[in-house]
Nanobody, 123 residues
Framework: VQLQASGGGLVQAGGSLRLSCTNF????????VGWFRQAPGKEREFVAG????????FYADSVKGRFTISRDNAKNTVYLQMNSLKPEDTAVYYC?????????????????WGQGTQVTVSS
């Protein structure tokens, strides 16, 4: 499993970014995929997750209505569309995969992690 997250950058508050997570090692399709973020001095927190076939999604309350997770199993890629970004969304964003069929939120249920991509939202 080789996960690579990309798409981060610097954006003004109210702007948008789309993150991508690609699995270069093997197919994504058997796994739940989650996005997490970690801001300096804070613990890693769940942002959004999507089930194996994309039929179930789950979001942290802090991003609900602003972020959308989706997946394209044919491209081995999961996306996180982030709209109406706020300065408090600033963090390093990570993607990870889980063998759990439901969409778990605790990081311990995720077995493989990609390197992070920095998202910085200026006020």
């Amino acid at each position: 499993v080789q996960l690579q997250a990309s798409g981060g950058g610097l954006v003004q508050a109210g702007g948008s970014l789309r993150l991508s997570c690609t699995n270069f090692g093997r197919t994504f399709s058997p796994y739940t995929v989650g996005w997490f973020r970690q801001a300096p001095g804070k613990e890693r927190e769940f942002v959004a997750g999507i089930s194996r076939n994309g039929g179930t999604t789950f979001y942290a309350d802090s991003v609900k209505g602003r972020f959308t997770i989706s997946r394209d199993n044919a491209k081995n890629t999961v996306y996180l569309q982030m709209n109406s970004l706020k300065p408090e969304d600033t963090a390093v964003y990570y993607c990870a995969i889980s063998p759990v069929a439901a969409v778990p939120t605790p990081p311990r249920y995720y077995k493989h992690w990609g390197q992070g991509t920095q998202v910085t939202v200026s006020s």
